[in-house]
DNA sequence: ATCCTCCCCTAC
DNA sequence: TAAGGTAGGGGAGGAT
């Protein structure tokens, strides 16, 4: 116990970030896992007679004749490999006698259309006659249903390529620790790797985004000439008006365009196929639409994790193409509208309307002020691209981008200066551009949630904490003020390219240190190669490494390399091919300016060999070229009516020059550096691993569940925090606010607040008979498709809520019922002492999600000191009350639909 | 003082 | 299976 204790104080005290909530246990077994196979690799070193079975891994289920251990040496000698435990990322072919009805079932949940099940007959055929069998005559009995039937001309070409790929090589191929089939996705075997991965990411598409948007500009130049058809007159002096637009769930948006069918319905964009059998994937989300996030589902959450949240969600598959030309489309609205457009991103943008003349008509429309033409702007992007956008309309750019997080969906919200005080007060720190997820733990854990607490510190206490730079943007930023001017082209200051996903590469220790060069060279030699948009192929490295640059017109004179390296033991990577827990190194070098890969490309392998990875633990590696230089500047090139250079200066006129120089804006530091090193974190709620003390994780873990805390929350606590939570476990001396569920009252409050809610709010009585029946028929009638929000108003949640809990396939959809909520949150706040607790008990109703900061404070209130606690209160039930009247939506089980 | 290197953080 | 990129601002601390 008290070792226990100990580990997590400890782990805690590193105040350092996440997070690998990956199972000990999993680390532990796949090491061991990881010996047997270096064990059976050694064993065969010097006996393997043939390659026959390169490629072929197989698992032995029951008992077999020949036996386990003679399948086995039979592997070796084949130049197979044979795994003791079952895995379905490593497993080939299964071997086995007859299944049971209850191993095929069991064996069912995973993929089984890519792993065969034969008989070990198989296994002897196929090495006597040094050649893969077909295994349609060796199919175990048992499993030859029609589903198996078909899967069963794929495993064919699985073997097939796999020999092919043998012999288009002509070497002896290498008994990797790695399984075959990960030939295609790892840097390991495919030469075309790096030019696949590109082509199917989506950050790489949404990174590249503002390197390819100065061309579209371009081309949308030459071919339109004036673009702007909205009158400005630029000697106005009244204040900024200016449009942030960004388009709704964008990717989700432009595959519902193109197939409405799927509307209405919870739909993620990722590579994860709809009906595939993979339990867990880890595939991400790239982008969700509204209907899916009324289930917490978001971009960048594992499908695995989306789908315990909504089980009928519906995945779709990437459409860069589409996106790109809606892109185009939304665009060159933009520039209809607006003379000077910011591109933000391939769905993002800020548009200048200060100086707009107005009104004016518009295809027979009269456009009054501003907030009808930011209506007509988003019927016409709904028009043209069949997505809808919303805009946020502001004083500067910080508000119009705030102003555009109150305006979505599909809808518009204005910000001005004056109002910005107001309006942002309680706003939680971390909506503020810029405070992401590390500032928003510092600043929690300085006891600060909301802007207006926020704006309470000096900027000296701020310079303090943040530095000089990011103290004055945070400083800034949460009273409103920003002097940012758009900027409608920046040149680059650094080109670069890196792959930190499915990086593998053998670990030969019989190789020879020269070998290895050679080895890493070639690798990563073709990972410079293929950079350049994922557009090139097995090009010849000199004549593509420096592509990018060139199409940029720029040349370079310094470059940084970069490698992530696989932590001493790390656990397996949460996500399939993922680089895992990793430290990140770098090291840069100048050269005579260049953008040729003779020049670059040695370079670079000098900078990799000083770095000295081994070259199993290499996780990633990037390249970034500085110092650039151009040629020429683009727009010169082009030549129609209206230039480039021509919209360029737009960029200066006196206002802008009266702007520029002053505040720009910037993004948070932090001196976290952990011996020399950083921890890359995995992307999730994770709690970071101190990798070397495997029970105490487990043991946390439960612990957090056996107190009903929220690991969500729990994490994002500051460290004083979350050991004082695991101190009080310890001691077993569990305050009431902590309570289980037996010490909650029916409505999740004290019994204290119950009685005066039943007093003094009839919404706390129960319903009558006939309200009940009502509820059941609604119910029978379809309920869990539309429920009214008011219709709940008079009934107490926990009520309406248990009734509805039963509806068909229903998990964990959303549903505001502001009246009641506020009815007991004030009745709450009207407690002397208890207050807190009792808002504790609230929050931790099931039935009952507030927002993540306001959890988190109330959790973190829950041990101040009296008079700090004191000093919070008016705020948090400010803030408390403001969320449930402004329609924050609440996590109830039971309905269906997204609810408002 | 100022620059340089190696990170760190953020946004899409 | 699955495709965890790209670019910018900025800080700490050492070199100049
Ligand atoms: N972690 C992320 C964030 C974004 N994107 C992609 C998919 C989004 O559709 C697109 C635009 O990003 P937004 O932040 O604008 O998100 P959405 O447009 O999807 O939703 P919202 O309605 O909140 O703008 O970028 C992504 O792939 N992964
Ligand atoms: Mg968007
Ligand atoms: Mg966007």
Not at 49 to 72: A, N, Q, Y
Not at 275 to 304: K, L, P, Q, T
Not at 486 to 503: C, D, F, M, Q, T
Not at 682 to 701: C, G, Q
């Amino acid at each position: 116990m008290e070792s226990f204790l100990v580990d997590n104080l400890e782990k805690f005290d590193t105040s350092e970030t996440l997070k690998d909530w990956d199972g000990d246990f999993r680390a532990y077994m796949d090491a061991k896992e990881d010996k047997l196979r270096v064990q059976f690799h050694k064993e065969f070193e010097n006996t393997e007679t043939c390659k026959v079975f390169s490629g072929v891994t197989i698992w032995v289920d029951g008992e077999t004749s020949p036996s386990r251990e003679e399948l086995r040496q039979l592997m070796g000698l084949g130049g197979g490999n044979f795994e003791t435990y079952f895995s379905r990322h490593l497993v080939t072919h299964i071997v086995a006698e007859n299944l049971s009805a209850s191993k095929i079932k069991e064996l069912k949940k995973y993929r089984l259309h890519s792993i065969c099940v034969v008989r070990p007959q198989w296994v002897v055929d196929s090495f006597v006659n040094k050649k893969i069998q077909p295994v349609a005559r060796y199919l175990t009995p048992g499993i030859l249903d029609d589903h198996q039937k078909q899967l069963q001309t794929t495993n064919e070409q699985l073997n097939n390529s796999l020999v092919e790929t043998d012999i288009v090589h002509g070497t002896k191929p290498d008994r990797t620790l790695y399984y075959r089939r990960t030939a295609s996705h790892s840097t390991n075997e495919n030469p075309n790797f790096v030019r696949d991965f590109f082509a199917q990411s989506r950050l790489h598409f949404i990174g590249s985004f503002r390197a390819r948007y100065e061309k579209i500009l371009a081309r949308m130049v030459a071919e339109e000439g004036t673009l702007c058809k909205l009158p400005y007159d630029r000697s106005k002096t009244s204040e900024r008006v200016i449009f942030h637009v960004d388009m709704d769930c964008f990717f989700a948006a432009v595959s519902l365009a193109k197939t409405p069918s799927l509307r209405n319905q919870p739909i993620a964009v990722c590579h994860a196929r709809q009906n595939s059998e993979i339990v867990d994937s880890s595939c991400e989300i790239s982008s969700a639409n509204y209907e899916a996030r009324a289930f917490g589902i978001h971009a960048g959450m594992f499908v695995g994790e989306a789908r315990k949240l909504a089980p009928s969600l519906i995945t779709v598959p990437y459409d860069f193409e589409a996106y790109e030309k809606t892109s185009e489309l939304i665009y060159r609205k933009f520039l209809e509208y607006a003379e000077r457009v910011e591109a933000v991103s391939v769905d993002e943008a800020y548009l200048e309307m200060t100086g707009i003349v107005l009104p004016v008509r518009m295809k027979d429309k009269e456009i009054r002020n501003i907030e009808d033409l930011a209506m007509e702007l988003r019927l016409e992007i709904e028009r043209i691209s069949g997505c809808t956008a919303s805009i946020g309309i502001g004083s500067n750019k910080t508000l119009a981008r705030l102003a555009t997080k109150k305006a979505k969906p599909n809808g518009q919200f204005a910000i001005w200066s004056h109002q910005a005080m107001e309006k942002l007060s309680l706003l939680p720190v971390e909506e503020l551009p810029g405070v992401g997820w590390m500032t928003r733990r510092r600043l929690h854990s300085m006891n600060i949630f909301i802007c207006q607490q926020l704006r309470e510190l000096s900027l000296e206490r701020l310079e303090k904490e943040f530095g000089k730079q990011t103290a004055l943007s945070i400083f800034e930023t949460c009273r409103g003020k920003d002097e940012r001017p758009l900027e409608l082209y920046r040149p680059p200051k650094s080109i670069g390219a890196e792959v930190n996903w499915g990086v593998r590469f053998e670990n030969n220790l019989q190789r020879s240190r020269e070998m290895q060069k050679i080895h890493i060279g070639y690798r990563f030699v073709i990972m410079l190669c293929c950079f350049y948009d994922g557009i090139s192929v097995n090009t010849m490295p000199v004549d593509v490494v420096c592509e990018r640059l060139k199409a940029a017109d720029a040349k370079a004179t310094k470059l940084t390399y970069k490698v992530l390296r696989k932590q001493r033991n790390a656990p397996p990577p949460r996500k399939y091919l993922g680089c895992g827990l990793v430290d990140e190194f770098s090291k840069s070098t100048s050269f005579p300016i260049s953008d040729s890969a003779l020049e670059i490309g040695p370079r670079c392998l000098t900078l990799h060999e000083s770095l000295n990875i081994p070259l199993d633990e290499l996780r990633g590696v990037g390249i970034h070229c500085f110092g650039l230089e151009f040629s020429s500047h683009h727009h010169k090139r082009h030549n129609s009516g209206i230039t480039l250079s021509k919209y360029f200066q737009l960029d200066r006129n006196p206002q802008q020059l009266r702007i520029d120089g002053c505040l720009k804006m910037s993004r948070m530091p932090s001196k976290q550096n952990i011996m020399g090193k950083t921890m890359y974190h995995e992307k999730s709620n994770d709690i970071r691993v101190s990798p070397n003390n495997k029970r105490s994780n487990h043991s946390l873990d439960e612990l957090i569940t056996k107190n009903g805390w929220s690991r969500e929350v729990f994490v994002e606590l500051p460290n004083e925090i979350q050991q004082e939570l695991l101190k009080d476990a310890q001691s077993c001396n569990q305050r009431v606010f902590w309570g289980n569920s037996s010490a909650m009252s029916s409505f999740g409050v004290s019994k204290r607040a119950r009685s005066k809610c039943n007093k003094t709010n009839p919404s706390f009585l129960q319903p009558t008979l006939t309200q009940l029946d009502d509820i059941y028929q609604a119910k029978d009638q379809g309920l869990s498709q539309l429920v009214v929000a008011e219709e709940f108003q008079t009934r107490s949640i926990r009520e309406c809520l248990e009734i509805l809990q039963d509806v068909e396939h229903a998990k964990k959809p959303k549903i505001h019922i502001p009246l009641e909520y506020s009815n007991m949150v004030n009745s709450v706040r009207q407690e002397q002492e208890t207050w807190y607790q009792s808002l504790h008990n609230l929050m931790n109703d099931p039935f009952v999600e507030l927002s993540k900061h306001l959890r988190i404070w109330i959790t973190q209130i829950q041990s101040f000191q009296p008079d700090l606690r004191r000093k919070h209160q008016e705020a948090l039930f400010a803030s408390v009350l403001h969320e449930v009247e402004n329609g924050r939506l609440y996590q109830v089980q039971g309905i269906k639909q997204h609810i408002l």
